[in-house]
């Protein structure tokens, strides 16, 4: 793909879809001072780039119901089928995220399934049947306090960003909820869902079409479904667009009596992406977006003086993303196309 600049207007759209991915175009555009056509025109050329999408995704398949199951699992492949394996697992609809890492491991994966029984199908059939897998470690996610829609660039004004949340109201998706425990999704709303999953913006009428409903009926389900916490709608970016290219996971053991006080105070911070309880190898795993390798310094500083009790377990560096909450990504963490 060719270079494409970015604008502090492009960043400052991109900053208010992350805080209401769904936002119109003429409220978009009364926040930043510019016309609905021209913020249309802005992320156009963005999209068309691949440096930012918008998707939607279940987060009742994120470790925030008791039965689905959301696993972060680090894979040791054979020497010289890093490439292979990775992009065998980037066509598994049961994982998320795929990224090669350097460290203990190579490859860094979330893995979803419906409940306990689904995942320990998948990861003792066509997970251990991919070729070239010499050992795993799997972290099963207990609870998240922060994932990558939290995340934010930082372009706006604290005035801007409070009326785009004000705007967002109680149905724009911007926000993970911890969704109640419910039936599981009819078909009509599993047909929104599944529209919806690779354009986050996709209109009201694209959306009824797809799912053989009436555009007030997609309005009044879907308003349900973000308010109910059954659906997340998320902007993301190509890491050249955030300007913070170094990806890093961190497996640690927290004292028990310390582990949720530890877990708040890291997601509290700007640079993390992920904070997870977990059982497994660790207690918690934190992932981080970096400006700069000699960052991940201040990081282990911060972990040695704040939290003396806690022993770091792994710690991963990321070296290509190739696929995150389903889009598969080109070499320079790009959108491609994504996967169901």
């Avoid at 419910?182 to 709303?189: F, I, M, Q, W």
């Avoid at 913006?201 to 053989?212: G, I, N």
């Amino acid at each position: 793909m060719e270079s494409v600049t970015v604008s502090e207007t492009d960043l400052q759209l991109l900053h208010a879809l992350q805080i209401n991915p769904r936002v119109p175009w003429n409220v978009l555009g009364d926040v930043l001072g510019i016309s609905p056509s021209t913020a249309a025109r802005h992320w156009g050329r963005l999209s068309d780039a691949g440096l930012a999408w918008v998707s939607a995704y279940r987060p009742d398949f994120a470790g925030q119901l008791g039965d689905p199951v959301n696993a972060l699992v680090t894979a040791v492949c054979a020497p010289g089928r890093l490439n292979e394996m990775a992009a065998a697992f980037a066509t598994h609809p049961e994982i998320l995220s795929v990224e090669i890492v350097s460290g203990d491991g190579d490859l860094h994966l979330t893995v979803i399934a419906a409940d306990r029984h689904a995942f320990a199908d998948y990861m003792l059939g066509p997970f251990a049947a991919v070729d070239g897998l010499l050992q795993s470690s799997t972290c099963w996610v207990t609870r998240i306090y922060k994932e990558g829609s939290k995340w934010r660039l930082r372009a706006l004004s604290p005035a801007q960003a409070r009326r785009l949340r004000e705007a967002a109201g109680a149905s724009a998706g911007g926000a993970v909820r911890t969704p109640p425990p419910g039936t599981p999704l009819d078909p009509a709303d599993r047909r929104i869902v599944a529209a919806l999953a690779p354009d986050g913006r996709a209109s009201y009428a694209a959306l009824a079409e797809a799912a053989a409903v009436s555009e007030p009926t997609v309005r009044r389900r879907l308003r349900r479904l973000l308010d109910h916490g059954r659906v997340a709608v998320r902007c993301d970016l190509a890491w050249e667009v955030a300007g913070w290219p170094v990806t890093t996971v961190v497996a640690l053991r927290v004292p028990a009596d310390r582990l949720q006080e530890t877990a708040r105070a890291l997601a509290a911070r700007t640079d993390t992406r992920l904070v997870a309880t977990c059982v497994g190898e660790a207690d918690l795993i934190v992932s981080l977006w970096l400006p700069s390798l000699a960052d991940a310094h201040p990081f282990a500083a911060t972990l040695a003086e704040r939290f003396p009790d806690v022993r770091v377990v792994r710690w991963l560096t990321g070296l290509r993303a190739i696929k995150r909450m389903g889009q598969l990504l080109d070499e320079r963490g790009r959108a491609l196309r994504p996967t169901p």
